[in-house]
């Protein structure tokens, strides 16, 4: 399939910092791409009314959304799921396959339709879930393909980032331009994160935006080693991919 050569952006819509004032932070992720077939918001958040809030002062209606991309089940991540299908119900819904069944009723009894993915599976024209990754807590990241490269968008990156990164690598056969999203690098020491940066640089990976539950000192360091790759976020951040 061609790569995307529409203008992709991305903005940060949810997290524990705000990059601009005027938007509310708060503990979870959620991000939104544009310029794709359909309209994605990956993740919706640990609260519906800062999500809703942080939207509208974005300029996002969530009528503009297509999809909402459910990368794992912890509240920093789905809890504004139920303000957001208030808003709008025209939507698919795409969760890992592990979620309870109480989870998807709830889906289909606001209106909305869900998809299970299991295996890696297309979302639309150039976006993919990595499919449902990890042995322990279960998630799906989100892949697009730029004329850059690939775009991986991770939640908490409980499976590991290293190994997220080296799904996408393996499904695609193709360099990663981006990385972005919560790396969950907390408890990693020094060493352990210079090893993941030479895993990273061995995989082709160009740019870096961690945020979240990346940990302080991890965002150090990876500033340290991508430099002007590094890309600062926080809600009201904008990628622009052209």
Not at 55 to 63: D, N, R, T, V
Request: glycine share 12%; net charge negative.
């Amino acid at each position: 399939m061609i790569q995307s050569e529409t203008p992709i952006h991305i903005r940060v819509v949810y997290d524990n910092v705000a990059y601009e004032s005027g938007y509310t932070a708060d503990w979870g992720f959620s991000c939104y791409v544009e310029g794709l077939e359909k309209s994605i918001l990956f993740d919706t958040g640990g609260d519906g009314t800062i999500l809703l809030s942080n939207l509208k002062g974005l300029g996002i209606s969530p009528q503009d959304v297509n999809v909402l991309f459910l990368s794992h089940i912890h509240g920093d991540h789905v809890g504004g799921v139920e303000a957001f299908l208030s808003q709008n119900s025209e939507v698919d819904v795409y969760i890992p396959q592990s979620f309870p069944a109480d989870f998807r009723k709830s889906v289909e009894a606001a209106g909305a339709r869900y998809r299970e993915a299991g295996d890696a599976i297309a979302i639309c024209e150039n976006a993919y879930s990595t499919g449902e990754l990890g042995n322990g807590i279960k998630e799906q990241s989100l892949v697009i393909k730029t004329a850059k490269g690939l775009v991986v968008i991770t939640g908490c990156a409980h499976p590991g980032i290293v190994e997220i990164a080296k799904t996408a690598k393996r499904l695609f056969n193709e360099d990663i331009y981006l990385v972005l999203g919560g790396f969950h690098l907390f408890h990693k020491s020094d060493d352990e994160m210079r090893n993941i940066v030479d895993e990273f640089r061995n995989l082709g990976v160009r740019k870096v935006g961690p945020c979240h539950c990346t940990g302080s000192r991890a965002q150090e360091l990876l500033e340290l080693e991508y430099g002007d790759d590094f890309i600062k976020l926080g809600v009201g951040a904008r990628i622009d991919l052209e």
